[in-house]
């Protein structure tokens, strides 16, 4: 199965905890659940690290640099908040983008995802947020 790793940094460190920790442990938690049941590839062996420290206008986490300790992963998403209220001005509900491919297979490897801090997050949308990101991130 695919190993997907949810880096949560940012959401640890967000203004708003009550939506972080909602997004860290019920939403990407069911989509690692959800991407590592349905998806197969090919392992990379090594632990992921970059060359680069953006992912777009995200930081990669240090751990994450080609000095760091890496992952071991096939793909690793940084999980954030538009705390700017950019999203809620334009009515955008998440985006994710992938930002470093695998030089061998062109395979994305890394990649963020960030959610409007203001959308209700509870037990009645848990499911549609678990789908939105899915959606996202493909």
Same mark, same amino acid.
């Given at each position: 199965?695919?190993?997907?790793?949810? $880096?949560? /940094?940012?959401?640890? %460190? /967000?203004?708003?905890?009550?939506?972080?920790?909602?997004?860290?442990?019920?939403?990407?938690?069911?989509?690692?659940?959800?991407?590592?049941?349905?998806?197969?590839?090919?392992? #990379?062996?090594?632990?992921?690290?970059?060359? &680069?420290?953006?992912?777009? $206008?995200?930081?990669?986490?240090?751990?994450?640099?080609? $000095?760091?300790?890496?992952?071991?992963?096939?793909?690793?998403?940084?999980? %954030?908040?538009?705390? %700017?209220?950019?999203?809620?001005?334009?009515?955008?509900?998440?985006?994710?983008?992938?930002?470093?491919?695998?030089?061998?297979?062109?395979?994305?490897?890394?990649?963020?995802? &960030?959610? &409007?801090?203001?959308?209700?997050?509870?037990?009645?949308?848990?499911?549609?947020?678990?789908?939105?990101? #899915?959606?996202?991130?493909?």
């Amino acid at each position: 199965p695919l190993r997907l790793y949810i $880096d949560s /940094s940012y959401l640890d %460190t /967000s203004k708003n905890q009550a939506v972080a920790s909602f997004i860290k442990n019920r939403i990407m938690k069911n989509v690692k659940k959800v991407f590592e049941k349905m998806l197969k590839v090919k392992r #990379i062996i090594n632990p992921l690290k970059f060359d &680069q420290k953006k992912c777009s $206008d995200v930081d990669i986490p240090s751990y994450l640099n080609k $000095d760091g300790a890496g992952v071991n992963a096939d793909i690793i998403i940084i999980a %954030t908040l538009d705390e %700017t209220g950019y999203f809620r001005q334009e009515r955008i509900e998440a985006a994710a983008i992938h930002c470093v491919q695998n030089k061998v297979n062109g395979r994305p490897v890394l990649g963020f995802i &960030q959610f &409007q801090e203001e959308l209700l997050f509870d037990d009645s949308t848990e499911e549609y947020m678990v789908w939105l990101a #899915i959606h996202e991130i493909t």
